[in-house]
């Protein structure tokens, strides 16, 4: 799973990496289907992130079942906690 605790994350976008920390399940029936709490550990050069967020940030991003999928392009996986 992209969004499991301990895996690192790059919002493609921004170029800004996260650690996940938790993530839950929300209510069915809802348009958002998880709830995600990340440590930001690098702010990439996009100014656009820069105006967001900070290093040691903690966030959570409520996402879609685009973010959720396998081949989305938003969220890259750089590094997961099962390959250590």
């Not at 839950?24 to 709490?37: A, C, E, I, R, T």
């Amino acid at each position: 799973m992209k969004f499991e605790p301990g895996n690192i994350l790059e919002h493609t976008p921004t170029k800004t990496r996260w650690i996940v920390l938790t993530n839950k399940s929300l209510p069915k029936n809802n348009l958002y289907k998880q709830s995600v709490k990340a440590f930001c550990i690098y702010v990439g050069t996009h100014s656009r992130a820069r105006e967001y967020w900070k290093i040691n940030d903690i966030n959570e991003f409520v996402l879609t079942d685009q973010d959720l999928h396998p081949e989305d392009y938003v969220w890259k996986i750089k590094h997961h906690e099962k390959q250590i």
